[in-house]
């Protein structure tokens, strides 16, 4: 199979749209090399974009996307296989460190009468464009901006 027929078989985002403010960054690449980043563009590449016929999918763009969250959800265990890392422990670890940090947040819904976790990974402005505004971007630059503040105390 075709790259180019795979891509529009899975639907995947084409790219992903990093602003240069926050490419410019110290901070960027210091979290580029980090363990999360590695779960965080995971998390990234399974967003809800576009109406799913049926199932988890539908739910969350109908009650996720359709308001302006960029979601998804994935099963911890599922996450750590596709990745690489060993245990579902370590991609709990890390998930939490991203919430903790702002660079995600965590929703409690219910599917199939299971408490599950939807994850939010930004926004966008609900437009043709779709400009979208990941909590990682702010993230990245307030933690630069409060670096630099910092070295002039």
């Known amino acids: 199979m075709k790259e180019k027929d795979m891509y529009e078989l899975i639907d995947y985002p084409k790219f992903i749209r990093i602003p240069w403010c926050v490419l410019e960054t110290t901070e960027w690449y210091k979290w580029i090399n980090s363990p999360e980043s590695k779960v965080w563009f995971r998390m990234y590449k399974n967003t809800i974009r576009k109406q799913m016929k049926s199932g ?3 739910k969350i763009y109908d009650e996720y996307y359709k308001k302006g969250l960029i979601c998804m959800r994935w099963k911890q ?3 750590a296989l596709d990745i690489g890392i060993k245990s579902k422990g370590q991609v709990s670890k890390l998930i939490n460190s991203l919430a903790e940090k702002g660079i995600i947040k965590k929703h409690i819904d219910k599917w199939n009468n299971k408490r599950i976790i939807i994850y939010e990974m930004g926004t966008h402005d ?3 464009s779709t400009n979208e505004n990941m909590h990682l971007y702010t993230y990245v630059i307030s933690t630069e ?3 630099k503040v910092d ?3």
């Open 56 to 58: 988890l999918g539908k």
């Open 77 to 79: 265990k599922d996450m």
């Open 126 to 128: 609900k437009t043709v």
């Open 145 to 147: 901006l409060d670096n």
């Open 151 to 153: 070295k002039f105390k």
